[in-house]
């Protein structure tokens, strides 16, 4: 499975971590996604639920039919940190 970012406009409101929480929660259930994690950018009223999924196409197909209004579905590659040598 590829990891892919479902970013959404999330107004920077008081109940901004909430509706984070609720759209992480409907995204968890869907078919087809394997959900990791959110990144709520509160400057930017922007969330990033970071999933796994077979394609782009059948990660916005799930957020659709889950009725998860989103901006956009994007690859996604992480790096980690380098270790030191110590720490291997």
Same mark, same amino acid.
């Given at each position: 499975?590829?990891? *892919?970012? %479902?970013? %959404? *406009?999330? #107004?920077? !409101?008081? =109940? #901004? &971590?909430? !509706?984070?929480? $609720? =759209?992480? #929660?409907?995204?968890?259930? $869907?078919?087809?996604?394997? *959900?990791?994690?959110? %990144? ?16 782009? =196409?059948?990660?916005? #197909?799930?957020? =659709?039919?889950?009725? &998860?209004?989103?901006? !956009? ?6 790096? $980690? ?8």
């Amino acid at each position: 499975m590829t990891r *892919y970012l %479902i970013e %959404i *406009y999330t #107004a920077n !409101r008081g =109940d #901004a &971590v909430s !509706r984070v929480r $609720s =759209d992480a #929660a409907t995204l968890a259930l $869907s078919p087809g996604l394997h *959900y990791l994690r959110a %990144i709520f950018v509160p400057a930017d009223e922007t969330c990033f639920h970071v999933v796994e999924g077979a394609s782009a =196409d059948e990660v916005a #197909a799930a957020a =659709d039919e889950a009725r &998860v209004s989103f901006e !956009r579905v994007a690859e996604a590659v992480e790096v $980690s940190r380098p270790r030191h040598k110590e720490e291997r």
